[in-house]
């Protein structure tokens, strides 16, 4: 009897472990604002059972409505090692609305991907805008380099800075 009960608390202990977030204490959610329409705020990631979450909040910051916009997500190791970069479109307000983000209008948005990664540093930036007069503006690699340098000087190697090729793992939640 008392082996059973025992085992009943071990196992049940162990579910619990299962269960917790694994995240390091200690991770680095930077942004990277060198876009003049959008600006990113109040970034944050973590792992969420067997799931890797973001959260962020923008503003446009321009003159004009903004169509559609591109965050690129770097994904870095505690070894500062470029892991995977990834990107999603947020179409307009955020992924529920659609309409255009109007200027000095704010949101927020997240995603959720379907696997958990030692992600120690994650770093976000606008790539891509289409204006609501349908001028797309893109970053320039060399201003962003800048910029990643100034807000991640402990990173020597930035890596590929393009998010890589589109997996079908990444799902934008609504708020």
């Known amino acids: 009897m008392h082996r059973s009960r025992a085992l009943v608390i071990v ?10 977030d694994n995240n390091y204490p200690d991770r680095k959610a930077i942004i990277a604002n060198v876009c003049p329409f959008v600006e990113l705020s109040g970034f944050s990631f ?28 770097l994904k870095y190791d505690a070894f ?18 659609w309409r255009p983000l109007q200027p000095g209008d704010r949101s927020a948005n997240g995603t959720t991907g379907s696997n958990q990664e030692e992600v120690f540093t994650a770093i976000v930036y606008v790539r891509t805008v289409r204006l609501a007069d349908n001028a797309v503006w893109t970053v320039n690699g060399g ?33």
């Open 11 to 20: 196992l049940g202990f162990a579910g619990v472990l299962a269960a917790q």
């Open 46 to 73: 973590q792992n969420k059972g067997s799931h890797f979450a973001t959260n962020m909040s923008w503003k446009n910051i321009g003159r004009q409505p903004v169509t559609a916009f591109e965050i690129v997500i």
């Open 80 to 97: 500062d090692r470029r892991i995977i970069g990834e990107s999603w479109t947020v179409p307009g307000v955020d992924s529920a609305d």
């Open 143 to 175: 201003q962003l380099n800048n910029e990643l340098r100034k807000v991640s000087p402990g990173i020597r190697d930035f890596g590929e800075l393009a998010p890589d090729p589109p997996t079908p793992q990444c799902v934008v939640v609504a708020r």
